[in-house]
């Protein structure tokens, strides 16, 4: 059976600041999509940190005006009810008016891939919050072509062939740039581009063996949409599993590092990503940036129950390691690698304090006078 995977995730309003949406929010997003699941195989709704997420199961294919319109619209019904208990950011991540039969460019996130069931199909949800897409760059890498965190690339025939990465330069905004790349070849060249978490993006990931899709991120940034900072950008990302796609353990395997990433508090510090429990929210510091991952498996277009990948005992003793990293980091304060590059800042009031400091410098006399004779 054909079947597509779409979740569309938003920030519509939170209780308390950026900590999590109200019950009523997501009750009312659920409803609106309840009265339209003619439209799906199958749906499921969720909240990872302030942000709702709908994950649907259909037959309409990647980009469907039906689908997107469907989350679009439970979004602004939901935005309503946001408005109505005077919950901050109602509606932030809706950045335009009207909807144009794409939800991309509009704010929301999107993941989506089309494929031909196996006979089983399990897969994984990731959905993660106060962080941007590029969060998912070294868990990806490792995942897919790294044999210390993916021993199926040494012990599976059908991993032999290794995967091919598409990279997004999500810097580039005239188009979508992208670049095609393949591991084991070209795993430098990966590295090189991976590296740069904040401009290259992986936006999905192919099996060379069979040419099928595993992977697909979603890879929109909000400061590029709306012009200026309205908040992170809450990736999320769907993975295929097992059989000639690396096992569940081992695509969660990476997330286990904890490793820095840019977000956290106003969108413009340095945190440790923190796997969480599902429904889980957010707290110190507007943060630490988290991540939570469903896992289900998908059979004639319907889920199974969603298994809470991250509630398990071990990724506490995670969570108490990534919780003291959070905290090393934030004692200093302002400095160095702690707030985010001056390019990278999400905030307009630094921008424009900058360029006011900027025009009170200026250039000794006397080195200038010595720059010109050397010159001469």
């Not at 070209?186 to 595993?214: G, H, K, P, T, W």
């Amino acid at each position: 059976m054909r079947v597509t995977l779409s979740v569309i995730k938003a920030d519509i309003g939170s209780v308390g600041g950026h900590i999590t949406p109200s019950r009523r929010v997501e009750d009312r997003v659920r409803e609106h999509v309840e009265k339209n699941r003619k439209l799906v195989y199958d749906y499921l709704t969720s909240h990872t940190g302030d942000d709702i997420a709908i994950l649907f199961s259909h037959g309409r294919g990647v980009g469907s005006a039906e689908i997107h319109r469907l989350a679009w619209d439970a979004f602004k019904e939901g935005t309503q009810v946001a408005k109505e208990q005077g919950l901050y950011g109602a509606g932030q991540d809706l950045l335009k008016d009207a909807f144009s039969g794409n939800v991309k460019g509009m704010g929301p996130a999107v993941a989506e891939m089309e494929f031909e069931e196996r006979p089983n199909e399990p897969f994984l949800f990731f959905a993660a919050d106060k962080t941007e897409p590029g969060a998912y760059n070294l868990p990806l890498y490792l995942s897919f072509a790294d044999p210390m965190h993916c021993p199926g690339l040494l012990l599976s025939p059908k991993m032999a062939s290794g995967f091919r990465f598409v990279i997004m330069d999500v810097d580039y905004t005239e188009g979508d740039r992208v670049i095609e790349l393949n591991a084991p070849e070209d795993l430098y060249d990966i590295a090189a581009l991976l590296r740069d978490n904040s401009r290259f993006v992986v936006e999905s990931i192919f099996s060379r063996s069979e040419n099928e899709q595993v992977v697909s991120v979603s890879t929109s940034r909000l400061r590029n949409i709306a012009g200026k900072y309205t908040g992170k950008d809450d990736p999320v990302f769907l993975s295929r599993s097992q059989g000639s796609f690396p096992a569940t353990g081992e695509i969660l395997s990476p997330f286990a590092i904890g490793h820095y990433v840019a977000g956290t508090m106003r969108g413009s510090h340095t945190g440790p990503l923190m796997p969480v429990k599902q429904n889980s929210t957010i707290s110190f510091f507007d943060g630490p940036p988290i991540v939570s991952c469903a896992a289900l498996c998908v059979h004639n277009g319907k889920f199974t129950e969603a298994v809470d990948a991250f509630d398990h005992p071990f990724w506490d003793q995670v969570r108490s390691q990534v919780s003291l990293k959070a905290m090393e980091i934030r004692k200093q304060g302002f400095s160095g690698i702690a707030m985010l590059p001056y390019d990278d800042l999400e905030y307009g009031g630094i921008v424009e304090k900058m360029k006011k400091i900027d025009k009170k410098f200026v250039v000794r006399k006397e080195k200038k006078e010595k720059l010109r004779k050397a010159a001469s």
